[in-house]
């Protein structure tokens, strides 16, 4: 043992008492200081709503999506879904989503705080009809008029499709929505829109075309229950959007990926999984008929 070394005088009791608290000052400074650095963005996952569709394997179609996206996007992609439109266009405003699958009356409502992103093609166009159904064997009813006093089903308070259309013919027919029907109710789906009206839940409902002509092809009997007495004019497609203060080049980075997805084999089987061409850019003018009806109903 060195003599020197064994001989040394320890250091005095208060240095040793401060050190451990000088580490843990240094520690904690660090720690504020990387809190008020903004994090890379690239490492954020990219958040994307969803409201509930028809598919009868959805949790195992987002999956394959999500991956799809992770790979064109090279950042993780998280899928937040919820029962109701209202819930995912809260959240968007709320800048809580970056991304979201709306429906067009929403959007008009709401234009000025979320940014539009893509347009689906349905059958090679950006829009869709909203359907009114009745019992198939109901074979009197021919008019939305002729349910006065019925039960009816709308599916959302916040779709076009499934609520707005209806209430607009009747609005326009003299009539007030609120007391038209002896009794009516939402499903929060179109699906069950038309399980509802098959199975006489209800006399009559409101529900997406796109929904029921893609149930016809994938469960025929369920759409074979109901009959189609009215359909609305074309109306811009429920559109994919952004919240308002997103950054150029993520909204441009996912705008593209969507736009080319028909063009890449993953992309292409994704799209046929929900009956779809693929996506333009679309504009606000294609929801300006959404718009005028939405000013002439008033919303809950």
């Not at 899928?79 to 067009?104: M, N, P, T």
């Not at 234009?111 to 090679?124: D, F, S």
């Not at 002896?182 to 006489?200: D, L």
Request: net charge neutral; hydrophobic share 40%.
């Amino acid at each position: 043992m060195n003599r020197d070394a064994s001989a040394r005088s320890p250091a005095p009791q208060s240095d040793l008492e401060h050190a451990p608290r000088r580490g843990f000052l240094r520690a904690v400074g660090a720690a504020v200081l990387l809190q008020g650095l903004p994090a890379r963005a690239e490492a954020m996952p990219i958040r994307i709503g969803l409201t509930p569709v028809f598919l009868d394997d959805q949790m195992r179609f987002v999956g394959q999506w999500r991956q799809w996206l992770e790979r064109k996007l090279g950042r993780a992609v998280v899928f937040v879904q919820r029962g109701s439109y209202r819930e995912i266009v809260d959240l968007v405003r709320a800048h809580k989503l970056d991304f979201a699958w709306v429906c067009g009356y929403p959007f008009v409502r709401y234009q000025n705080e979320m940014t539009l992103v893509a347009v689906p093609l349905w059958r090679g166009q950006p829009s869709y009809q909203s359907y009114i159904i009745v019992p198939a064997d109901d074979t009197r009813s021919t008019a939305l008029s002729e349910l006065r006093g019925k039960v009816f089903a709308y599916s959302d308070p916040d779709s076009n499709s499934g609520y707005l259309y209806p209430r607009y013919v009747l609005t326009t027919q003299g009539e007030a929505p609120d007391n038209f029907f002896a009794r009516s109710f939402f499903t929060w789906a179109h699906r069950k829109v038309v399980e509802a009206v098959g199975v006489a839940l209800a006399d009559g409902g409101a529900v997406d075309g796109y929904v029921w002509e893609t149930l016809a092809e994938s469960h025929p009997d369920l759409t074979r229950a109901t009959r189609i007495i009215d359909r609305s004019p074309p109306l811009g497609y429920p559109p994919f959007v952004a919240r308002a203060d997103i950054p150029a080049d993520e909204l441009n980075r996912f705008r593209t990926v969507l736009l080319e997805m028909a063009d890449d084999p993953g992309g292409l089987e994704l799209l046929r999984r929900l009956r779809l061409d693929g996506f333009t850019v679309g504009a606000p003018t294609l929801y300006d008929e959404i718009a005028d009806m939405a000013a002439r109903v008033s919303h809950p």
